[in-house]
């Protein structure tokens, strides 16, 4: 544990999806909340970026290899993709825990109400972000149980983590509360500039694989 944090990539993504997030979110001139919805939109915040954190903590990071070995990053990948996984998945329970502490609208109704808005781009993003997680998730953590080989699987979980962004970062855009330029011109860069080194990865392994067949 004290090699991973003391290596430089961590430090450095740190930077990028906690620091860097947290600075913009400081100076923001966002609308005031109430502490717990503020604490709960920190909490998605930074799981959207660790999310996307994730496509540099993978194999295809050869910095990263270099600088905590693969076993490590693996291990942490996983540590790191669970963790937040399961913050996004109850993310929209996070949406109407405040209507608990409110007048108006009950949470179960205000529940009903953001998953059958279907007029609305961000909400349907939104489900279709959070299907895929669900599906990257339990794919995850039967891999072992499932009927492919470990090189199809790692094509098959990283097509379904780019979809999965794609979605969830429609979403956040569309409807989240602190989305301004900065935020979402952060987020962007960081995923295309992690993301492409995995598309190319698993395009040329997709490529020899048909060469082979």
């Known amino acids: 544990m004290n090699d991973v944090i003391k290596s430089p990539f961590f430090r450095q993504t740190m930077l990028a999806f906690a620091g860097m997030p ?18 709960l939109s920190l909490i998605t915040i930074l799981a959207v970026f660790q999310m996307v954190g994730q496509f540099f903590w993978s194999r295809t990071n050869r910095y990263a290899v270099k600088d905590l ?11 790191i993709g669970y963790t ?7 993310h929209p329970v996070f949406l109407v825990v405040p209507k608990f502490f409110e007048a108006g609208v009950g949470p179960g109704e205000a529940f ?5 808005t279907f007029t609305s ?22 891999r072992n149980k499932l009927p492919m080989g470990y090189k199809t699987w790692r ?11 794609v979605a969830g970062l429609g979403h956040a855009m569309d409807l989240g509360r602190h989305s301004n330029p900065a935020m979402s011109i952060l987020i962007i860069v960081l995923f295309v500039v992690g993301v492409l080194p995995v598309v190319k990865t ?3 392994e997709m490529i020899k694989k048909t060469g082979e067949i």
Do not use: C, D, R
Not at 84 to 90: D, K, N, R, S
């Open 69 to 79: 070995t693969m076993g490590k990053l693996m291990k942490y990948h996983k540590i």
């Open 121 to 142: 781009l961000g909400v349907v993003l939104g489900i279709i972000a959070w299907s895929l997680l669900v599906i990257l998730t339990i794919t995850s953590f039967i």
């Open 112 to 116: 009903i109400t953001i998953i059958t």
């Open 84 to 90: 937040f996984a399961i913050a996004l998945l109850v």
């Open 155 to 165: 094509v098959f979980h990283g097509v379904l983590a780019i979809l999965f962004t």
């Open 202 to 204: 698993y395009t040329l």
């Open 22 to 39: 947290l600075l913009i979110w400081a100076m923001g001139n966002f609308p005031e909340q109430t502490l717990l919805k503020q604490a």
